[in-house]
Structure formats: C-alpha cells, structure tokens
C-alpha cells in the first residue's frame, strides 16, 4: 500500500519508504528526548537540485554521533555482503534536515551522499584518515594522514541548475540540447539494476555492462524538449556520438555537487608534490583498526 504524506507533496512512497521515514520519525523523537549530540552538515548541493516541498531542499542534513549499535551494522556479514551495508550506516545516523523534517534517503543525489559518509566518519572515529598513497612520478607508496575536515566542497564550473534541479546542454555535433539531472540514490539502484539486466539478455555472452548507456538514459529528461522516454532510449542507443557523449559527461561533471576527494600529496622518495592525488578509500575509512 503506498501513502502520500505532507513531507513528499504529490508523491507516493513506497512501504518500505514509509516504514523507513516512520523510523526516522521515532528516531529523532528519541535522539530529541535523551539529548542525544547531533551535528548539522551542509550538502554540496545546496539544496538546489531538490523540490521546494523536498525537505532536502533546506541543503542541510542533521546526523548523530555513530555509536556501537552502529558499529554492528558495520561488521554485519549480511549486510556486507549484499553490499548495502554503508547505506544502512547512513540511514541510521541520518535524524533530519535541521529543521526537524525526516528525509527521504532515497532522493539524495550522489555527491551529497558522500558528504554524508565523510561526515559520518569523522563523527565517528575523528578526521585523522590513515592512508597509503603511491606517488604519481616514481610509483614508490608512502603512509599519509589526511584530514578529513580539510575535504571542501567542489565548485560547479557550469550553469547552474533551473527551479526544477535540471541542466541544460547542446551537443557539439548532433546540435541537440539535451535536459538532464544529476542521479539520486533511488536512480543508481534503476541504473545498476537495468545494466545487470541488459547483460543478462544479451545471452551469447559480449561481456559488455551497459553501464555508460543505462546512466544515460535516467540522467536525460528531454531531448529539444522531447520529454517521451522510448524516443531518448532510442536516441542513446542509436544516435549518441562519442564526441557527444564524452564532451556531455564532462560537463555533467562539471555541474554535478560532490566533495573534492583530492590531496596534497609530497613524495618523500623523489620530492615530487601533487596538490591534486585522488584520496584512496581502503578499509580503513569505516573499519579503524581496533
């Protein structure tokens, strides 16, 4: 049975989105009770690519401090296995958007997410990060701590988006503008699911994910404001040059909110500096040793 409440104007959830948003309810009526401490986190969004009914739309999150009830979904095998377990972590320290209106998980988009997660650690085991970085001149690796307060939001190099979160671009060569939006969390599960089921059709075995085309066809809303969805599928299929398609994923890039995951690295080998090595995620990011 779906429901339609006052925080998702217009829009129905699911019973597993209203059994999660009732708990989140509970949640926060119970972190409110025992005074519980909490943080509020600023997305790299803003909050402009979410409705104005969203309750996203306030560009804030509060989290809670992660505890050792945490920590048991962090070593859940089950979990782990089935490869939810970070997103279950976030579920659970994730209490409202400041204002004290529970959020829908689903609707956050991927960059805020890991605003979400960069918080949820520093939260839980502090910003001091253990990492193991090769050096990109001579290739030696070396142990650096990274500070993971010192990560800054990136900086859209594009337009930004319009009232209703969407992009615009024209294609250098096909001369068409394209309208697109940066995928939620509910979008890259669409994603993941309709590449793993294109593999699966195509029996004979290419090997090929589907991936790349799969994304495209969730990210793009309208084609010269051609909204009717087989005619984009058809036209990702079929049409979509790779100088197109290149020159449109850099700039979906470009526009796209998310945390600057890179460092200053300095070679202690061979003296090379780099402001810009992408910072590694190992095990250690959620699982300190003990």
Known sequence: MNKVTDDYPGKALSTTELKQKLANEANVSLIKESKFPTEIIDLPSGGKLYPAGSALSSGKVEMKYMTAKEEDILTSANLIQKGVVIDTLLRALIISNGEGQSINYNDLVVGDKNAIMIAARVLGYGADYPVEMVCPSCGVKQKQTVD???????????????????????????????????????????????????????????GITYELTSRFKYMIVAIDGEEDKMKIRSFVDNEFLSRDSLAFRQYAESVSPDVDMTVYFECDSCGHEDASVQMPMNVQFFWPRA
């Not at 009232?163 to 250098?172: R, V």
């Not at 068409?176 to 309709?194: R, W």
Request: aromatic share 6%.
């Open 148 to 206: 993971l307060t010192t990560l800054e939001n990136k900086k859209s190099d594009g337009d930004p988006a319009d009232e209703d979160g969407k992009f615009t671009f024209k294609l250098p060569i096909a001369k068409k503008t394209l309208t697109f939006k940066i995928l939620t969390h509910a979008d890259e599960k669409l994603v993941d699911t309709e590449a793993k089921r294109m593999k699966k059709k195509k029996v004979g075995g290419n």
